[in-house]
């Protein structure tokens, strides 16, 4: 059985910083790409960042890039996402998957499993 849990998140003023992490279980973690995507209430789910499997390739969001760093430990099974310089419109539920490949992918579509998501909150 495959798990995925997310943890790290919290409130924080903006500003600060978060590490979340995504510890995995029941899948070979290194035949996987990786991405972390964001809900915020009222809003559909994007993708912030992605990574492939060995940490050669990683994508970021307009919104994030130079702010966030996206990284994995394959012999820990655990995704990473370094958060800085927080925004109060970084606000949202985090979740991370893993994608149906090797690659790094963006697409909801081609995620194979779902976290069940950590919650950050960035005050002003």
């Known amino acids: 059985q495959v798990q995925l849990v997310e943890s790290g998140g919290g409130l924080v003023q903006a500003g600060g910083s978060l590490r979340l992490s995504c510890t995995t279980s029941?899948?070979?973690?290194?035949?996987?790409?990786m991405g972390w995507f964001r809900q915020a209430p009222g809003k559909e789910r994007e993708g912030v960042s992605c990574?492939?499997?060995?940490?050669?390739?990683?994508y970021y969001a307009d919104s994030v890039k130079g702010r966030f760093t996206i990284s994995r430990d394959n012999a820990k099974n655990t995704l990473y996402l370094q958060m800085d310089r927080l925004k109060p419109e970084d606000t949202a539920m985090y979740y991370c998957?893993?994608?149906?490949?090797?690659?790094?992918?963006?697409?909801?579509?081609?995620?194979?499993?779902w976290g069940q998501g950590t919650q950050v909150t960035v005050s002003v």
């Open positions: 998957a893993v994608a149906g490949d090797l690659y790094a992918s963006f697409s909801e579509s081609s995620q194979r499993y």
């Open positions: 029941g899948l070979r973690f290194d035949d996987y790409g």
């Open positions: 990574i492939n499997w060995n940490g050669g390739v990683t």
